[in-house]
Nanobody, 120 residues
Framework: QVRLVQSGGGSVQAGGSLRLSCVGSGYDYDKTCMGWYRQAVGKERERVAAISWIGVTTVYADSVKGRFTVSRDNAKKTLYLEMNRLSPADTAMYYC?????????????WGQGTQVTVSA
């Protein structure tokens, strides 16, 4: 049974930092590309970042480039999203997900979500 369990997130003032974690189980974690998505109230879900299964390739949404860093520790089966210089526009529910390694499209497995709220 595939499970993605998230932790981290919370509330922070603009300019602050947060780190999200996502532990995977029930599948070949180190052979699976992973991604972070977010969905703000009233908006469509968007991909924030994705990473290849060995962590060599990363992709980012333009809105977070230079501020967010996606990484993974395959030994711990953990995916991370380091978020710096946060702004109110980053307020959303964040989800980790398994993704296809070329298209970066989600493959159907999602974490439970964690709220990130950035105040001005």
């Amino acid at each position: 049974q595939v499970r993605l369990v998230q932790s981290g997130g919370g509330s922070v003032q603009a300019g602050g930092s947060l780190r999200l974690s996502c532990v995977g189980s029930g599948y070949d974690y180190d052979k699976t590309c992973m991604g972070w998505y977010r969905q703000a109230v009233g908006k469509e879900r968007e991909r924030v970042a994705a990473i290849s299964w060995i962590g060599v390739t990363t992709v980012y949404a333009d809105s977070v480039k230079g501020r967010f860093t996606v990484s993974r520790d395959n030994a711990k089966k953990t995916l991370y999203l380091e978020m710096n210089r946060l702004s109110p526009a980053d307020t959303a529910m964040y989800y980790c997900a398994t993704v296809q390694c070329q298209s970066w499209r989600p493959t159907g497995y999602w974490g439970q979500g964690t709220q990130v709220t950035v105040s001005a």
